[in-house]
Each structure stands twice: as C-alpha cells, then as structure tokens.
T-cell receptor
Framework: GENVEQHPSTLSVQEGDSAVIKCTYS??????FPWYKQELGKRPQLIIDIRSNVGEKKDQRIAVTLNKTAKHFSLHITETQPEDSAVYFC???????????FGDGTTLTVKP | GAVVSQHPSRVICKSGTSVKIECRSLDFQATTMFWYRQFPKKSLMLMATSNEGSKATYEQGVEKDKFLINHASLTLSTLTVTSAHPEDSSFYICSAARSGQRFYAFFGQGTRLTVV
C-alpha cells in the first residue's frame, strides 16, 4: 500500500518568513495530492491540492510543488501570519481507488 | 464546495454502551465514504471504506464487529461503536467521495467520543 512520510514534524517561523513542509510517497499510482490545515479540535480543511499532471500550483500565499519522478511534493507558505499556526497534513491517493494516505502532520507555529 | 455533515460533534457515553455517528453528504451523492480515527496530536488513521449498498472494507487491525458501518443510501453512512470502552475514546472523522471528483477532500466536522 501507499506510505507517506512528512517532514518536519514541528516547524517554528517568525511572522513574515516562509515555511516549507515536505512529503514523500511510495505508490506510483497515486495521482492526487491534497494538503490540509487542521486547527485544534476541528476538522481538516483542504487548503490546496495538485494532480499528478501538474508540477506546481499556487493560490495567493500558498503553493504546492510536485516531483513525480522523485515521488515528493512540498507545501510552501510565504509571508506567514500567526493565523497560519496549525497542524498541516499532506495526503496521497489514487483517485481510482479513492483511499487517502496521510502524512503524520507538521505543527507549524508562526511567532508574531 | 461540497458539504459533509457529521453528527454528533461530541458524545459522552458509559462503558459498555453503543454509540452511533452519522455522516451525511448534503449536496452530492457519495458512493464512497471513509471513516478515520485521530488520536491527540496524531495523524488520521483510516478505519474503513464505506461503499453504498455493500459491505464496508476494513483496514487491518480494525475490528469490524466493534465498529459497525452502514452505508444505506448515497447520502448517509453511519459508524456504530459497539460495547464502547475507554480506549475507544477518540476523534472520529468521516469524509465523502464521489468517483472522479475532488470530493475526497471534504471532511465532516468530526465527533469527539469520550467513554467513561
């Protein structure tokens, strides 16, 4: 089955700096890679996603890059703000199967 | 975006009783729903895949007799924790999917189960 590894497990940055979270996956059949933000006690919220036929996608301060050959994808947050503080999860899935495999999460703390 | 509603959001039950959690897709038909369990400060662990009109597929290590899943319609799946024990206390989250769409990405709000 799919195995997703996520690094780092914790990340602390100063407000205004950039944050990068990296994930690797093992199953070459995975073709959809969403990123979620989860605040304490709440549901994960999709913040950005990328399909395997695309190398990069950007949405305002958030971007995701995908290297299908190396089987890794990354989340980039620029100009971080305190409200970006949360746990971020990456996931990989094969849309034909539908089952997501999640990374272990990264706790991001943005210091004012 | 697609809306997935989960109920209840919090439940406290006595040890030995059963608890039912509902997951509804409000604006689309979900042929498949997924049930996850999340421990504090941990990732989401897939428990089972619920397919409308057929038996659920359980992940290895998940007791199917303890965690009963029913997906009776295209908009509703239920998870029943039977004979609950304190170690079943956790955050349970569902997500709903429609084949070929990006609805895999949408989760219910989660249910905090506490067994006392």
């Amino acid at each position: 089955g799919e195995n997703v590894e996520q690094h780092p497990s914790t990340l602390s940055v100063q407000e205004g700096d950039s944050a990068v979270i990296k994930c690797t996956y093992s199953d070459s059949a995975s073709n959809y890679f969403p990123w979620y933000k989860q605040e304490l006690g709440k549901r994960p919220q999709l913040i950005i996603d990328i399909r395997s036929n695309v190398g990069e996608k950007k949405d305002q301060r958030i971007a995701v890059t995908l290297n299908k050959t190396a089987k890794h994808f990354s989340l980039h947050i620029t100009e971080t703000q305190p409200e970006d503080s949360a746990v971020y999860f990456c996931a990989a899935l094969n849309t034909n199967a539908g089952k997501s495999t999640f990374g272990d999460g990264t706790t991001l703390t943005v210091k004012p | 975006g697609a809306v997935v509603s989960q109920h209840p959001s919090r439940v406290i039950c006595k040890s030995g009783t059963s608890v039912k959690i509902e997951c509804r897709s409000l604006d689309f038909q979900a042929t498949t729903m997924f049930w996850y369990r999340q421990f504090p400060k941990k990732s989401l662990m897939l428990m089972a895949t619920s397919n409308e009109g057929s038996k659920a597929t359980y992940e290895q290590g998940v007791e199917k007799d303890k965690f009963l899943i029913n997906h009776a319609s295209l908009t509703l799946s239920t998870l029943t924790v039977t004979s609950a024990h304190p170690e079943d206390s956790s955050f349970y989250i569902c997500s709903a999917a429609r084949s070929g769409q990006r609805f895999y990405a949408f989760f219910g709000q989660g249910t905090r189960l506490t067994v006392v």
